[in-house]
């Protein structure tokens, strides 16, 4: 059975940063993309960033692109976000996803974990 | 910029609805690359169709997909109380990324 739990979420100051983890399981974590989407409270999803199988191609949005940094350790089997100069409006619930594919051209994601919440509040 | 999708759409048990998903030639268009995503409250999304009209094992067959054009369309028949969520388009887009809809809350009467 596939199983995705981020964790790292929490309060942030704004101008902050934070790096979220997703821990996966149940599959070779390896032979998939990965991707990162947020829901903010109330608002309907957003896609932040994808990543290749094999953690050498990256693609991010617009709003997120030179401050969040999307990364993998396949040995680890963990995903990984790195979020900086954090603004409030991006309080979220932060969602991992697995992709069907190996490459960030599917659109098609498979599994997604519970989400950890995002805070950014002074 | 997010695809566009009605806010609310509603019928009755044993009814078909569709939800219909508007992009643009930068999105949509030139991809057979849509997907639909279910949320019902508090919990993660669930993947209900990809590549247009392409099922995951375990997603009932009154689920269905198509495309023409700008636009993409998930119809729901038969529906059941159980179909009573939000429901997210999602396409590839010309700038290598993903886009989502604005989401569109489904109503069983």
């Known amino acids: 059975e596939v199983q995705l739990l981020e964790s790292g979420g929490g309060l942030v100051q704004p101008g902050g940063s934070l790096r979220l983890s997703c821990a996966a399981s149940?599959?070779?974590?390896?032979?998939?993309?990965m991707s990162w989407v947020r829901q903010a409270p109330g608002k309907g999803l957003e896609w932040l960033s994808g990543?290749?199988?094999?953690?050498?191609?990256?693609h991010y949005a617009d709003s997120v692109k030179g401050r969040f940094t999307i990364s993998r350790d396949n040995s680890k089997s963990t995903l990984y976000l790195q979020l900086n100069s954090l603004r409030a409006e991006e309080t979220a619930i932060y969602y991992c996803?697995?992709?069907?594919?190996?490459?960030?051209?599917?659109?098609?994601?498979?599994?997604w974990g519970q989400g950890t919440l995002v805070t950014v509040s002074s | 910029s997010a695809l566009t999708q009605p806010a609310s759409v509603s019928g009755s048990p044993g009814q078909s609805i569709t939800v219909s998903c508007t992009g643009t030639s930068s999105d949509v268009g030139p991809y057979n690359l849509v997907s639909w995503y279910q949320q019902h409250p508090g919990k993660a999304p669930r993947l209900m169709l990809y590549?247009?009209?392409k099922r995951p094992s375990g997603i009932s067959y009154r689920f269905s997909g198509s495309k023409s054009g700008n636009t993409a369309s998930l119809t729901i028949s038969g529906l059941q109380a159980e179909d009573e969520a939000d429901y997210y388009c999602c396409s590839y887009a010309t700038s290598k990324t993903y886009v989502f809809g604005t989401g569109t809350k489904v109503t069983v009467l």
């Open positions: 990543i290749g199988g094999d953690g050498e191609t990256t």
């Open positions: 996803a697995k992709d069907l594919g190996y490459l960030i051209d599917t659109v098609a994601l498979g599994s």
């Open positions: 590549e247009v009209n």
């Open positions: 149940g599959f070779t974590f390896g032979a998939y993309a």
